[in-house]
């Protein structure tokens, strides 16, 4: 049919483009066919069409070409008719027929539910009515639409405005609650906003608005077109007299006030209406009454209507017309059932002739009428002229507000009602003429209100026309402003104005220009709930202001709450969301938020409020007073609800998802938690040389790969019963602390279905879900068949800003997979936050050691699951040290092992013993026993030092036992010592999968600095291989005292001999706090046991039988310090584990090439009261001074002593004889020079100061030892320089060297070689003979290469004093 | 709190020519927001300064076609509100320096004055090494640089 109609339409235009030949019908040709396929733009060219092509014809040429121009330049060409704006206008601007009928009128029809005026309304709208119409001008035109309006008389009058206020307000309400379900879904996003038509956008309420807005100002004394064209009178046949009831109808009191007061003329036109009911028999007696009334009446003007033709009332008729009139009707009501078709048709064609016939005519007559009577007065210079004096005449006499009282008969009510009357007839451009006319007018009567209503009316006449668009806003603006200037009184005029402005913008596409009129209309007034519809507009306008667009859509929610209508605020918060998600306004948007949870909250959605108030529980950024206020509005508000919230990832508390750890044990135990936390490559480098190496293809996992499926392939592994342990970070955010709650510990229950504690009251717990089949790792098809569920309940009281570290454990009870899913939490009581883990890359702690490859995130926190039979945490290791030297043990309690290993991190600290020593006393284990070879306890020496100790062979511990292995301590240097140990053993009848299994331990020591020992050594001027050396010992103790017990020298075969008895030093042989002790000792090289001092018990053992060993010989020569009487046992520092840690010291203190001796000092701690679990067990220190250095080439000087000489007859020569000795296991070059002694005078001296390598101020406390035998003894350096220097005064030495100034020879190793010299005396006196200087070069040795770094070095001659005496 | 104070306009000392300042990132996102007023209106001045955005869009896009504006990063007065006058700045990697000042006649030649030197302090705090291109400037000299120009502005233009 649509078809149709637009092939008619085309032929039309084509005959017209052919007789007429328009040209500006072209284009609108191209387009109807260009566009003939698609519906929608069809029908608006079609509409276009059926109004326009009458007109298009009839009006001159150029207004056409102009019109076109000027949509041309816009680039739309929109009919205004079919814009919004163009329909509403065409809409609600049409004639008011006003009806007056008798009660059983009524009566009649609300048999079929349906009012009189409700009955005939739908019919009052003709699309196609076609009737020529002829107004002013000479040109007739016809009009196809056309619409007129019914109205009962008693409702033609100015609603109420407080009610229509309250009618506003409840289609507010009513659409908020209609929508509201809607809302309560997802929240919109920005895009879908920007892709949504602008219906969609709009406001739902705003349509109904609109229209309630317009009605609620209807029937107003300033605008005609809402006053009655006619009047229809009804009356119904069984009315009495139906002849009297129409006239009694018309009776004026009942009339409208329109017609009473004079706004309007009482003498419209009238039709006469009969009702016939055919229920109520033949229609005889009403044809009768109807040529009564035409007798009575002009007969024209009677009509009969008979209606309610069905009987039965069982018409139903499809798709009722009167649905939009009775929209409140129900559904199961059938509106008009006793209305036939013919009644239909009737009632049609009734309408169809009242228009067409009576109304229309009538309103072209009228206003040919009115027009004449304008022209006569008004138009034309002179009248203009005369009216305007008139006019000004007036001026002073009036000035209320509402201007002028005009009555109908008034001219300038004449001219408003012509101007209405041609727009009604869309004679736009009569109407234009005769508004403009009667503007001025009302402008210069200062009627205000009808010079708006005026404006107004042009603007919108301007719009229809679609002409001078500028001048049509510019009407709309001065109308609008002249409202708002009124004030309050015409508010709705104002914002009716307004909104047909805006609609007028938005048809032009001056969408920004509406907003901000939307703006204007809400600034200047709150009516009811006013259009806060601003936000649309700047969706709408291209590019899109969302920004603004947010901000309003704030404003107008804001100004909803005002008005009490929640939901429509809540809706337009939500939209607002959708603005500022994303965004890091976060000010802003935790309003939003907060305002929308509190709204949903006061409608009591709480669960949707919390949705809403979730999202700014972490607002970190917010004040104190903010947090505390969204802290407690949120759990205000989850009380209410009265049930638990899970929420997947809760803000708060912030998790820390890089701090996750899982640490897990599958070959390794810890001892202890500490132990769990030292770095994984320590361990693996104690156990790199214990761990049976694991190649790719024999590790145990791949032999099990047959049993274990693919896909868990690459879980982790971990045991039954063994705890793994999950550390996760969790922050405060906000500065207010957060405190909740107390701690509960639950069991696991396995159960056949996911279970929760619903009682738990904790605060924070870890939820892992285990799944498990009967047998064991075969997981293959029967799938996840048991969850389970662990708790770990603690509390927490945060601080604001404060993390805390949560360490959480799991023990898994029985085989299976482990797949650790997640963190779940309790916040107060009623919000549990849950946190998955999965997505995330995870930062763990994986136990496989090199073995690990890169795992896939997902598959970190999956474990498979395996039995051991006897979990190895039940392990008891403990191991007690005592701070200084000495023993302990290991206690074992465990199942069958064997195959024990163990590393220790740092030997030079802790030593493995051996096992004969548990059962031996300390200290008397150490204690020396006179040749008997200890052959059992040096037998570790060498594996030591690899520093795998392996137990024996034969050791193995069973179950429910304990092993106990002794362990050497010896806290070598003072600070902070961390212990690293891992014992490695292997399992019987376990499983094989897990073959071995490696226990760590970790301590951690602080030790305290107890005795400061230091030597000095300085080789014996007369003897060779003899040395003079002096022990300084301090006690660096606040309170302890030691004993001391003795000195042994380690090295190649020293003999130590005190020079003094301990006694005379130190009668008591105890150091106390702070005291500082020296001693002297001679050291030389011990021949025979034979010739040992009585005080040397021991001279020398020699420990290791085998030859290749590359150490030093353990030779020993021990001083016992104590009293003389003692007979205390020395301790054996050659035997196992003083020897051992003398190793390492040598080891830590460095190497020298240079003979050397170490020196080993042993004092004891007693302590009258000890706390320790050892009482009574004496403490054994021992320090080790190593590479004591020397030169190891010796010589002395043999000479007379005295001798005399006559010099009148010749220089004295001396013979001398020097004995040198190398010491060293190389051969040597020794190079003796010899210097003239007035030039080398001092020199000697500062020589002789650095040989010895001793700063000058370290002498205090050395003294001169009284010479025991012939040999002067001159031991120190100052005293040496004294001595010199008194000699070099007391005589003018003459002497020199004869011979070569320099000899050389070479030194085989420990070899002695004597060679002569000789001196010439010139005079008598005392020379000392000391001005010479050694240097000797050590051939380097082969295997001690690397560290050869001291193989050459000089040395100054020892003091020798020659005394030449004159003879006489 | 409530947003109906926006409207209402918060009372605002009258020597306080400038109430609040604004670097916005080239993606909208807030860097630095500071208010000089002693009302709690933070709220509002957010709400002032994010609306602005939409006019600096709206200047970028469609600019001017005369030659000397071409590079011009003054934007000039964006919008006047009720109580504000809102001025805009946009430097050349597309950071927004936004002025809210309650001063009704400000002379143009002040604000650009502003503007350069707030310009100058800006670049200044972004070229510190420990500053992350994109977050919010945290940096307290720059806070207090820019509250001494915020002085000095209303010292200049009272003379």
Known sequence: ?1368 | MFLSEITAGAKIREEEMIVCVAVVGHQNNPLYIQSFTDADDALKLHHIVHCSLDVVDERVNNPKKSGPTLNETFLGLLYPTENYKVYGYLTNTKVKFILVTTDLDVRDGDVRNFFRRFHAAYVDAVSNPFHVPGKKITSRTFADRVSTIVQSFGLSSAV
């Not at chain 1, 601007?93 to 029809?109: A, F, G, N, R, W």
């Not at chain 1, 104005?497 to 805006?502: K, T, V």
């Not at chain 1, 040397?1096 to 009487?1125: A, M």
């Open chain 1, 1 to 1368: 049919m649509v078809i149709v109609t637009t092939k008619k339409a085309h032929n039309f235009f084509l005959r017209r483009h052919l007789t007429t030949g328009h040209p500006n019908l072209e284009p609108l040709l191209c387009t109807s066919n260009r566009k003939i396929r698609s519906k929608k733009p069809l029908a608006v060219h079609l509409s276009y069409i059926r109004f326009n092509q009458p007109r298009a014809s009839e009006k001159p040429l150029s207004t056409c070409i102009r019109a076109s121009d000027q949509s041309e330049e816009r680039g739309v060409m929109v009919d205004p008719a079919n814009t919004p704006l163009g329909k509403m206008l065409l809409e609600e601007i049409t004639p008011v027929v006003m009806v007056l009928c008798t009660p059983l009128v009524e009566e009649s029809c609300l048999k079929n539910g349906l009012s009189f005026v409700q009955m005939l309304s739908p019919f009052c709208d003709f699309t196609n009515i076609d009737v020529p119409v002829q107004t002013a001008s000479d040109q007739p035109y016809r009009l196809h639409k056309f619409k007129f309006r019914l109205f009962y008389a008693s409702d033609i009058r100015q609603p109420n405005l407080e009610v229509a206020k309250e009618r506003l307000k409840q289609v507010i309400t009513k659409v908020g609650e209609d929508d509201f379900p809607e809302i309560s879904s997802d929240l919109p996003q920005v895009n879908d906003l920007l892709s949504r038509h602008e219906s969609e956008i709009l406001p739902p309420w705003f349509q109904f608005f609109n229209k309630e807005l317009v009605r609620t100002l209807s029937f107003s004394d300033h605008e005609a077109f809402d006053h009655p064209v006619a009047c229809l009178l009804v009356v119904s046949s069984r009315d009495e007299e139906p002849i009297n009831r129409f006239i009694d109808l018309f009776n004026t009191n009942k009339l409208p006030s329109l017609l009473n007061d004079g706004a309007m003329d009482p003498k419209i036109l009238k039709h006469y209406l009969l009702v016939h009911d055919n229920q109520d028999g033949a229609s005889a007696k009403a044809t009768k009454l109807l040529t009564e009334m035409r007798s009575t009446f002009r007969p024209n003007d009677c009509q009969l209507l008979c209606i309610n033709s069905s009987q039965d009332g069982q018409t139903r008729h499809k798709d009722t017309p009167w649905a939009t009139f009775r929209s409140d009707a129900l559904a199961t009501e059938h509106l008009g059932h006793f209305l036939k078709l013919d009644d239909l048709n009737e009632i049609k064609n009734l309408m169809q002739e009242l228009s067409s016939k009576h109304i229309i005519p009538y309103m072209e007559q009228k206003i040919r009428l009115l027009n004449q009577q304008v022209s006569s007065t008004r138009k034309g210079f002179r009248n203009q002229f005369k009216n305007l004096w008139w006019r000004k005449g007036k001026e002073d006499a009036l000035d209320t507000t509402n201007g002028p009282v005009y009555t109908f008969s008034s001219i300038e009510s004449q001219i408003r009602v012509l101007g209405d009357y041609a727009f009604m007839l869309r004679d736009y451009e009569l109407a234009v003429s005769s508004y403009r006319l009667i503007s001025t007018d009302y402008k210069l009567d200062k009627a205000w209100k009808r010079y708006a209503g005026v404006q107004e009316m042009i603007g919108l006449t301007y719009f229809m026309l679609d002409q001078s668009r500028k001048e049509a806003e510019y009407c709309m603006e001065n109308a609008f402003n002249t409202y708002l200037k009124l004030g309050s009184a015409v508010q709705q005029n104002a914002t009716r104005c307004g909104l047909w402005w805006i609609e007028m913008q938005k048809t032009r596409n001056q969408i920004k220009e509406a907003a901000t009129v939307y703006f204007r209309i809400c600034g200047s007034f709150t009516f009811g709930c006013d259009a806060r519809a601003s936000f649309f507009c700047y969706l709408l306008s291209k590019p899109p202001m969302l920004h603004k667009y947010g901000f309003h859509l704030v404003l107008s929610g804001d100004h909803y709450k005002k008005c009490d209508q929640i939901k429509h605020a809540i809706r337009t918060y939500r939209n607002a969301v959708s603005v500022y998600r994303g965004t890091t306004w976060n000010l802003i948007k935790d309003c939003v938020h907060f305002h929308i949870g509190q709204w949903y909250a006061s409608l009591g959605m709480y669960d949707v409020a919390v949705t809403h108030m979730l999202e700014i529980l972490a607002s970190s950024h917010q004040s104190k007073t903010s947090q505390e206020l969204f802290l407690r509005d949120f759990l205000h508000i989850v009380q209410k609800t009265g049930k638990m919230f899970e929420v997947l990832k809760l803000q708060l508390p912030v998790i820390n998802i890089s701090s996750l750890k899982a640490i897990f044990e599958d070959h390794r135990t810890y001892a202890s938690p500490a132990a769990a936390s030292i770095k994984e490559g320590v361990w693996r480098s104690l156990e790199e040389d214990m761990i049976p190496s694991l190649s790719a293809k024999s590790n145990w996992l791949d032999v099990q790969s047959k049993l274990i499926p693919r896909k868990y392939k690459e879980s982790n592994i971990c045991v039954a019963g063994e705890a793994i342990i999950v550390g996760i970070e969790f922050k405060n955010p906000l500065q207010i602390p957060i405190s909740i709650l107390k701690a509960n510990s639950s069991n696991v229950k396995p159960q056949n279905d996911e279970y929760k504690t619903s009682t738990s009251t904790g605060f924070l717990y870890i939820i892992l879900v285990l799944c498990t089949t009967s047998n064991g790792v075969c997981i293959t098809t029967a799938g996840i068949l048991i969850h389970l569920w662990f708790y770990r309940r603690l509390t927490f009281h945060w601080k604001g800003g404060e993390t805390i570290l949560v360490q959480l454990t799991v023990t898994p009870r029985v085989e299976g997979i482990l797949t650790i899913v997640g963190v779940k939490w309790k916040l107060s009581s009623s919000v549990v936050g849950l946190h998955n883990f999965e997505s995330n890359s995870v930062n763990k702690r994986i136990a496989k050691g090199r073995r690990k490859a890169k795992h896939s995130p997902s598959a970190d926190l999956k474990f498979i699951v395996i039995k051991v039979h006897v979990s190895p945490t039940n392990l008891l290791f403990a191991v007690f040290i005592n701070i200084f030297l000495l023993c302990n043990c290991i206690l074992l309690v465990l199942f069958t092992m064997n195959n024990l290993k163990m590393k220790i991190s740092n030997p030079r600290f802790l030593n493995a013993g051996n096992q004969s020593y548990l059962n031996v006393e300390f200290p008397a284990c150490l204690e020396k026993k006179l040749n008997v070879e200890q052959s059992g306890g040096h037998a570790n020496a060498k594996k030591m030092l690899q520093n795998v100790f392996h137990f024996p062979e034969d050791i193995s511990v069973q179950e429910e036992t304990s092993l106990s292995w002794p362990l050497w301590f010896h806290a070598a240097v003072p600070g902070h010592i961390s212990l690293y140990i891992t014992v490695y053993y292997e399992m019987e009848n376990v499983s094989s999968i897990m073959k071995f299994h490696t226990l760590r331990m970790h301590y951690n020591l602080q030790v305290l600095p107890s005795l400061d020992v230091s030597f000095e050594l300085s080789p014996c001027p007369s003897r060779l291989e003899e040395f003079l050396f002096r022990m300084d010992v301090v006690n660096k103790t606040s309170s302890e005292c030691f004993q001391i017990h003795q000195l042994s020298s380690v090295g190649q075969r020293w003999d130590v001999s005190l020079l003094q008895p301990v006694d005379s030093i130190l009668p008591s042989q105890s150091l106390f706090a702070g005291q500082a002790l020296s001693c002297f000792f001679m050291l030389k090289v011990g021949t025979t046991i034979e010739e040992l001092a009585p005080w040397i018990i021991h001279l020398y053992h020699r420990k290791s039988s085998t030859s290749e060993d590359s150490n030093p010989l353990f030779l020993q020569s021990d001083v016992r310090l104590g009293p003389p009487g003692n007979s205390e046992a020395l301790f054996d520092v050659c035997s196992s584990p003083l020897a051992d840690f003398h190793d390492y010291e040598r080891l830590y203190q460095g190497m020298s090439c240079q003979g050397n001796v170490d020196f080993v000092f042993i004092t004891q701690l007693r302590r009258g009261n000890i706390d320790s679990g050892v009482p009574h067990r004496p403490l054994l220190f021992s320090h080790h001074v190593c590479h004591c250095s020397f030169s190891p080439i010796s010589w002395f000087l043999d000479g007379p002593q005295t001798i005399q000489h006559n010099f009148s007859a010749s220089p004295c020569g001396v013979n001398l004889k020097m004995t040198i000795n190398n010491s060293s296991d190389a051969a040597s070059s020794v190079h003796i020079k010899t210097f003239d002694p007035p030039s080398s005078n001092s020199q000697s001296i500062d020589a002789t100061a650095s040989q010895s390598g001793l700063p000058l101020e370290n002498q205090a406390g050395w003294f001169s030892i009284p010479a025991v035998n012939d040999t002067k003894v001159i031991t120190t350096d100052a005293l040496a320089k004294r001595i010199t220097k008194s000699v070099s005064l007391e005589s003018a030495p003459q002497f020199i060297w004869t011979g070569s100034s320099s000899t050389k020879l070479k030194l085989q190793p420990r070899a002695t070689a004597e060679i002569p010299l000789q001196i010439c005396v010139f005079a008598p006196g005392i020379y000392d003979l000391s001005n010479y200087a050694l240097c000797w070069n050590l051939a380097p040795i082969e295997e001690s290469q690397g560290e050869a770094n001291k193989s050459s070095g000089e040395c100054r001659g020892y003091p020798y004093y020659l005394t030449v005496l004159q003879s006489t």
